[in-house]
């Protein structure tokens, strides 16, 4: 496998808030990370940044953010856009609204075609037809003539994927793709999505909050948490051994039938995520960690525990609850 | 079970009128169609189903906001419609599931959680100051938050806020309308905490509406799997996870996303059909997307029929 | 463009302030009795032209009377006549709309066919009928155009009383127990004042010029009390030898009308971008 994409150290800051503070990244061609982390933490901004879609009061910076070698900082919108919907491709939570009201699915999916590849409108139909079916849509040709409002969610959402699908994209970002729809919808969905990225070799960026999602679908894991990457590992093993206070704060908050028993107290994380301003040093997790010390204000070393995972943590791998807070 | 219900709910229906077009007369379209359940002092009765099921409603009808077309819900022994709407307010109270909309912008925390004790009427000030504060401290939120806007608090927070004030007339019901759903995870945690020690403390009953069945298997004592305005299944929680009986619980326990690597996406056998409360399909409604459906099930409604720890309604039981 | 606006905010609110201020303190702050005429100092200049006398910044009018004091008393005729039409049209604005939007059904198609109803009448023709059956005073004229000037109120109260009635605060309150007025008043109506605040400043604006026209068109306040409209009227007979009798109180209404525009879309903006909750 090659690598795709490429983010070290990204940085995005909004005025004197910090969205993302340092964010490393990598992603290889076929292979699916999974951004996972809760609102806030800055896993829909750092996409955003790759995209280069990000507000005009934002600044973003990196040590390196490049897409298949190229380099995407000198990039101007020009050269964004023309890889923005071509090579990578993007789809959000709410379809309804990344969707024109005013124009026919297929209309909006020959644009994409036209905009980036040209060709002959009938072409473009003609591919879109295609994708609608290759996305089990029902009776493609009948769709193409409808408008967006005529979908059901989970329809609209099969049309985004549809379309950004229009230009053989090498990359797919998916922002909280299922998050909006009901959990039988959201199953199909995702099905679908890595049917797709099994058959045409797609490098996937899910975003989601949900750790069910992202336990099925992800080959590697990053989590975040304020605005950094405090650990990533290959699926199965974050979490089997989940490593960062964090994240095993994070797995112990889901109910699992048959593995949680009911009615007992979840885990949970006292306090809320911390807004950061550029400053900031040490540890963005301390204040709600129960084995914080003194030692987390300063600079934390990134540590290894084990092949392709790492975390920002002072604690060893496998340490167990108190032994870290003791001086 | 205890012995009397504490909510009991008889064929209720409940249809809105609605108008498809500038000149198409207005149809009745059945959001909730022959609903009866009972539920036991001290229970929580889960209710699940996909977005447009009639579970909102229900919780509506239930609460009192919305009276029902046919058939009628008895809290504690009373007709919901008739009571006075001060005697409703203190044995039943709402729990939503936006914790943006569900508190007025404009008003302090202190005053949103004092408006149903200022609605009785008959409450000295002092006293429910008092019972505000009591109340803040026990879902575990500063008194000095009582001086703050909604706007200034967290989402967490904020469901804590209306929790408090759906729990300050001390009401022995509380109808959580997806309570967590619009919550981080670790806060969605903290909040179903909450609500466990309090329905432990109070001797609470609960209605816990969600759409998230590993959320309900957690917190229900029974649940009621909701299609299409129906109640398809409804069986003792541990019976029906172990065991569903209903073709569509099997296909939602099927799509629920466990955090447990390798299992892959499930396949639901559920196809592109999506249930739709305007155009009701005859016979057993679910037939569409069931995947074992037979030539009965277009024509026949099926009956309820008896299963271990409660019952379901499907011909091939 | 940010600080464009905030500047069209802050000069707006100056205007107004400015304005609400001469108009609360005139008695203390003209130089003269804006009714005590002088026949023998008629159509003097004001301060920058050629004849200006002492003590008469602005000059005087055709019958002597001091200029500036009769430009401070009209400030407080037209806020007058504008707050007051405000308050008259608002309360049966937002009454009407309020009603609609909160019981909606047959309520609501009455009110949608008053609303209806009135944006069909012409709004001049009408105050001019009026005045001229039931004689001109300032009562009648705020009681005119307040009976007029309401639509707006009632479609903006309408629509966000909808918006509102939906929210579940609203449903939680009803859960509480709470009266239906209660609900309407405690936690309905603050929720709708925002908009409603900006169609009052727009509303003020267009009651102070309707006021001028009919005051030019001698239907409004009468004679001797100073608005600016009738100083207009009364200075066109001497427009062309003594241009700024009518230029002074035209720029006054001019500039005061500017602000309180200033002031509305101003209002819009922090609303629209979310600085005011």
Redesign the interface.
């Known amino acids: 496998m090659s690598r795709l994409l490429e983010v070290e150290a990204l940085e995005v800051s909004f005025g004197a808030a910090s969205a993302v503070r340092g964010a490393s990244l990598a992603l290889d061609r076929g292979e699916t990370l999974c951004l996972v982390g809760e609102s806030g933490c800055g896993k829909s901004v750092t996409a955003l940044a790759v995209m280069g879609l990000l507000a005009r009061n934002a600044s973003r910076g990196a040590a390196r953010l490049s897409f298949d070698g190229q380099d995407l900082r000198g990039l101007d919108e020009r050269g964004m856009s023309r890889l923005r919907g071509n090579r990578m491709a993007m789809i959000f939570q709410e379809p309804m609204t990344s969707l024109n009201p005013a124009y026919t699915v297929g209309s909006q999916m020959a644009e994409v075609m036209l905009r980036h590849r040209g060709g002959t409108r009938a072409a473009a139909m003609a591919r879109a037809e295609d994708l609608l079916g290759r996305v089990r849509i029902t009776s493609p040709a009948m769709r193409l003539g409808q408008y967006p409002h005529q979908l059901s969610g989970g329809l609209r959402q099969r049309v985004m994927i549809a379309m950004a699908l229009m230009c053989d994209p090498e990359l797919l970002i998916a922002d909280e793709p299922t998050t909006a729809l009901d959990v039988t919808v959201q199953a199909q969905i995702l099905r679908l999505l890595l049917d797709l990225q099994k058959d045409l070799g797609l490098a996937m960026l899910l975003i989601t909050h949900d750790l069910g999602v992202v336990a099925r679908v992800a080959h590697r894991v990053a989590v975040m948490y304020a605005g950094e990457v405090v650990e990533t590992a290959a699926a199965a093993d974050l979490f089997a051994r989940p490593t960062h206070p964090y994240t095993r704060g994070l797995l112990a908050c889901v109910p699992v039938p048959g593995k949680v028993a009911r009615g007992a107290a979840l885990g949970s994380i006292a306090g809320v995520v911390p807004r950061l301003g550029p400053g900031f040093s040490g540890c963005g997790f301390r204040d709600r960690c129960g084995e914080a010390t003194a030692a987390c204000g300063g600079t934390i070393a990134r540590a290894s525990a084990g092949e392709g995972h790492d975390y920002l943590c002072r604690l060893p791998p496998g340490w167990r609850a108190g032994a870290g807070a003791a001086p | 079970m205890s012995a009397a219900p504490i909510i009991d709910v008889r064929g209720v229906r409940r249809s809105f009128r609605v108008r498809q077009g500038l000149f198409a007369a207005p149809r009745h379209v059945a959001a909730i169609d022959g609903v009866s359940f009972s539920v036991g002092a001290g229970e929580v009765l889960g209710i699940v189903g996909?977005?447009g099921c009639g579970k909102s409603t229900l919780a509506?009808v239930i609460?009192?906001?919305l009276p029902p077309s046919a058939g009628e819900v008895l809290v504690d022994g009373q007709r919901v419609a008739d009571m006075d709407?001060?005697?409703?307010?203190?044995l039943?109270?709402?729990v939503?599931?936006?914790p943006f909309?569900?508190?007025?912008?404009?008003?302090r925390v202190r005053d949103?959680v004092s408006?149903?004790l200022d609605?009785?009427g008959d409450v000295p000030a002092a006293e429910a100051r008092r019972r505000v504060d009591e109340m803040l401290a026990r879902v575990g939120l500063d008194p000095s938050m009582g001086e703050r806007?909604p706007?200034e608090l967290?989402?967490?927070?904020r469901q804590r806020v209306?929790i408090a004030?759906?729990l300050v007339?001390r009401p022995r019901i509380v109808v959580c309308d997806e309570p967590t759903s619009a919550l981080?995870?670790?806060?969605?945690?903290?909040i179903?905490?909450l609500l466990?020690?309090l329905r432990d403390a109070l001797g609470l009953t609960y209605l816990f509406i969600s759409?998230?069945?590993?959320?309900v298997?957690?917190?229900a004592t029974e649940v009621a799997v909701m299609y299409l305005g129906r109640i398809v299944e409804r069986r003792e929680?541990?019976a029906l996870?172990g065991a569903p009986a209903h073709p569509y619980t099997k296909?939602?326990l099927?799509?629920?996303?466990?955090?447990?690597?390798?299992?892959?996406?499930?396949?639901?056998g559920?196809g592109?059909a999506?249930p739709d409360p305007s155009n009701v399909p005859p016979g057993c409604s679910f037939h569409p997307r069931c995947p074992v459906a037979t030539a009965r099930c277009r024509v026949d409604i099926p009956a309820t029929a008896r299963v271990a720890g409660g019952q379901s309604d499907c011909h091939l039981l | 463009m940010k600080a464009l606006r905030d500047i069209g905010l802050a000069s707006g609110a100056a205007i107004v302030g400015a304005a609400v201020l001469v108009a609360v303190f005139a008695p203390l702050l003209v130089p003269h009795d804006p009714f005590a005429q002088d026949l023998s100092r008629r159509l003097l200049p004001p301060f920058w032209m050629e004849g200006a006398r002492e003590g008469h910044l602005l000059g005087t009018d055709q019958l002597g009377r001091d200029y500036l004091s009769r430009l401070l008393y009209g400030a407080r005729i037209s806020m007058l006549i504008g707050i007051a039409t405000t308050v008259a049209s608002g309360l049966i604005g937002i009454a009407l709309g309020v009603a609609g939007g909160f019981f909606g059904g047959r309520i609501d198609d009455a009110v949608l066919f008053a609303i209806t109803a009135r944006l069909s009448i012409p709004l001049i023709l009408v105050a001019l009928a009026v005045v001229s059956v039931v004689g001109s005073s300032l009562t009648v004229v705020v009681m005119t155009l307040g009976l007029l000037l309401w639509d707006r109120f009632a479609v903006v109260a309408r629509v966000s009383t909808m918006q509102v009635r939906n929210l579940d605060f609203v449903a939680a309150a009803w859960a509480a127990g709470c009266s239906r007025s209660r609900i309407v008043l405690r936690e309905i109506l603050p929720n709708i004042l925002s908009p409603l605040a900006v169609v009052a400043t727009l509303e003020v604006a267009l009651a102070i010029l309707l006021e001028a026209a009919l005051s030019f068109l001698g239907l409004g306040v009468p004679p001797p009390l100073p608005s600016w409209g009738l100083m207009i009227a009364e200075g066109k007979d001497y427009m062309f030898f003594s241009p700024w009798v009518i230029m002074i109180p035209g720029v006054a209404l001019f500039v005061l009308v500017f602000g309180i525009n200033l002031l509305g879309d101003g209002l819009r903006n922090l609303l629209r971008t979310g600085r005011v909750a």
Not at chain 2, 101 to 107: G, Q, T, V
Not at chain 2, 154 to 157: C, E, I, R
């Open positions: 996909e977005s509506r609460l009192g906001l709407r001060r005697a409703r307010a203190r039943i109270q709402p939503f599931q936006d909309s569900s508190l007025n912008p404009r008003r949103v408006m149903p609605a009785q806007y706007a967290s989402g967490g927070q209306a004030r759906a007339l981080d995870v670790s806060v969605q945690a903290q179903l905490n466990a020690e759409h998230n069945l590993a959320v298997e957690h917190v929680t541990s996870f296909a939602l099927a799509s629920v996303l466990t955090p447990e690597p390798g299992l892959g996406i499930p396949d639901t559920l592109d999506m």
